[in-house]
Each structure stands twice: as C-alpha cells, then as structure tokens.
C-alpha cells in the first residue's frame, strides 16, 4: 500500500479462522487406511478409493506425503482438506458446497520484499505461465523500479515448505470479508480493512497505521479452485499490493508492484474457453506495505470444486 494513502480505523469483522496448518493434521478424507485395513502411518498409499492420512490422489488413490496426483488433487502434509482435481467432473447430484479456502503465509518487513518497496502498479513481474502451480519471476523491474529482491525472494511468497507456525488457511466464506451480490448479479467479496492475520502468533510488531492501530501488513494468500465454463463470465479484483490470477495455468489478471487500490479485470469469453469443460483458476496475492491494505474480488463464476485443493 502507498504510503501517501490515508490510514484506515480498525475495522471490527466476525473472523473464523483454523489453527496453523501444522504437520501431523489429519485430512477430510474418506479413509485412513489402507486396501488391507492398516493405518497408513501418515502417507497415502492406500488402493483404489483409498485416501492419505493429509491428502488423497486422483480417482481416490493415496500418494506418498498426503500429495495427491496430478490435477492438483490433495494436499501438502498438514493440509486441512482434499480438492476435486481440475480434470474431474463436475458434480451433477447437487450435494456439492464450493470450498474457496486458501492458504494465507505471514511474512515480516525482515524479508527483502516486503516493506523495502514502493513501486506503483508494476505489471509484468511474473512469467505469463504457472509453473510447478506457482506464479515465477520474468523481471524484478518491469516498471523502472525495483519491485522483487531475486528470483530466490520471490519463491519464497508461495512456498509449500513455508512455516507451519505462519501459514494459516483462510475462507472467503468465513464472514471476515463482507459477501453482497451486484448489480449485474455478480458475487463481490471484500474489505475496506484486509489484516486477516491480526493478532496471530507470528504477527510482527512495530507497524502501526496513522492511528496507532498495529495490524500485520506483511503477508500473501493464495487460492486454487475450478470451475465450469458457460459462457460470460467475469473475473475482477480490485485492491493493494500484489494480485495475479490464472486460468487454465495462464496469466489472465495482473496487478504487480507496492501501490494503492488498482484493479484488472478479465471477460472469460476473450480467452478461447470450451463451453462444458471445466478449468483451474489460481488466485496470488501479497500485502506488502503500510499504511492501507483492500481486497476486493468480484466475479460470476461458479465455483465447482467440493474440497479444498491447495496444490
């Protein structure tokens, strides 16, 4: 967030949130053992319709360390549910209820790229492609001005391997964010006052807005879900710092660089989508900076997948 936007007063929001995503947290799966009944000891290796202890493969086949198999069916070890693969069907027996839970990771103005940057709107600082389901750096200085420290800091924003003590799921459904439909009949979630991580464990201290109000500035979340294409759709968000959305793995929103509320937005119908077919959409985000942080995403997509996928 600019420095030069005015500071916003705490805003009171009803939050639900899940303890940190720690190693040894048991999946929502369909059983904990294997083919022949033993317990399967933390890895997923079961036989068909079998699941991991903290993830499940495609077609219900365990993998080794809860990851399911391609799709981006499971979880790492410590996730809290498993997601319908990008390859699946959707469901047809009306019993499916979307999960938009994703992953929020807590930073500190101690790592290079966050809070040492200042940069307007910098479009063009991640690759046009996810690759391994993660956005990769293309130029740390797209517009001029140094936006990313490396290659190697950049990694680090969205990395499985990330602090179970600061790596909290989130749910855009929780309440925290206010849900309203628009106009157009389109579902906006958002907050004028986005700290999702106030008064978390790792919280860093030190950072307090106009008002003497401390809240956690330093942050990113992302989400991974999947959806049905039927035509005239919308994506929108609107908001401070980072965002970066992808359908299909390709870059369709990019909203760069340290900087006030900006915003993108892409009509599904421009990007060559089959009708029927259902695809992955990835949300990255990142609160970098004081003194104002916004979230708002709109969008009339359905949403399909009835886990939590979180690569």
């Known amino acids: 967030m600019s420095n030069a936007l005015s500071s916003l007063a705490r805003h009171t929001f009803p939050v639900l949130f899940w303890p940190a995503l720690l190693a040894g ?63 699946d069907p959707a469901p047809t027996d009306g019993t499916c209820n979307p999960k938009l839970i994703g992953t929020l990771r807590d930073f500190g103005p101690e790592h290079p790229d966050f809070e040492h940057f200042n940069t307007g709107l910098a479009k063009g600082i991640v690759k ?13 200085a797209p517009s001029g001005k140094q936006a990313i420290t ?6 680090e924003w969205y990395s499985l391997s990330h602090d179970a003590n600061a790596t909290y799921p989130f749910d855009l459904d929780s309440g925290y964010l206010k849900k309203s439909v628009d ?27 106009r008002n003497g109000v401390e809240h956690d500035f330093h942050f990113t979340f992302e989400l991974n879900t999947t959806f049905v294409y039927n035509g005239g759709e919308v994506f929108a968000f ?23 509320v900006e915003s993108d ?32 995403l709109t969008t009339s997509i359905t949403f399909t997948n009835c886990g939590v996928i979180l690569r």
């Open 183 to 209: 106009a157009s009949g389109r579902t906006v979630y958002e907050s004028s006052s986005f700290f999702p991580l106030d008064g978390k464990p790792s919280m860093q201290p030190g950072f307090k807005d």
């Open 150 to 155: 490396s290659a190697q800091s950049f990694s």
């Open 25 to 87: 947290t048991t999946a929502c799966s369909s059983s904990d053992k294997n083919a022949d009944g033993s317990l399967l000891a933390g890895n997923g290796s079961g036989g068909n319709n079998g699941s991991g202890l903290t993830g499940s493969g495609a077609n219900g086949n365990g993998a080794a360390n809860g990851n399911g198999a391609a799709n981006g069916n499971g979880t790492q070890p410590g996730g809290i549910d498993v997601g319908q693969g990008a390859g």
């Open 265 to 296: 937005q892409v009509a599904l119908d421009t990007l060559g989508l089959i009708k029927g077919q259902q695809y992955p959409l990835s949300v990255f985000h990142a609160e970098r900076h004081t003194s104002a942080s916004n979230f708002k």
């Open 128 to 140: 046009d492609r996810l690759e391994n389901g993660v956005p990769v750096l293309a130029n740390a």
């Open 238 to 260: 609107s908001g401070d710092d980072d965002l970066w959305a992808f359908i299909d793995s390709k870059l369709v929103v990019d909203i760069g660089g340290v900087h006030g």
